[in-house]
């Protein structure tokens, strides 16, 4: 999709001596949510697509279109991030990720001030990647030691009596 090719790349991208905007998780989530965007085919193809899956005429068939069991899935699990997020960031996410607005975009239609779409992504990013369970703690090998949630573990046998 459009998004993550520019506004997203160039934000998680580095500049000289400074971090990147977004992190590694961030854009994670931001390609899984383009992935699931385009599986629920709410965004129009620019393109013709010959196959019959997606033309949606069947030999022998009303012509219309039948939404599959992936697309409808992916339009439920949709329907329920845009109920666990707010309005502001799933709506900034939804035109992003899969519609390929650019932040300037979504500014200037809601009157918002400079740079703050910028900054209502990262916030979106954050929690969609919480919410699917992406986290940057593990990053390698060196880094990926077991921590318990106990600070002893109990034995799983018994030590015997005497």
Partial sequence: MAGEGTVLTR??????GEAA??????LLAASRL????RRAQLVQRVTMAYDPARIGR???GDGGVDLGDSAF???RRLNQLAGTLPVDCWSVLFDVCGLGKGLQT????RRWPRRSAKLVLRIALSQLATAWGLDGAAQGAETARAHAWMEQRLPI?????D
């Fill in 11 to 16: 934000l998680a991208t580095a500049s000289a």
């Fill in 21 to 26: 905007f977004l992190s590694p998780e961030q």
């Fill in 34 to 37: 383009e992935g699931l965007i």
């Fill in 58 to 60: 069947q030999p022998g």
């Fill in 73 to 75: 899935d992916a339009r």
């Fill in 106 to 109: 979504i500014e200037s239609e």
């Fill in 157 to 161: 046998v018994p030590p015997l009596a």
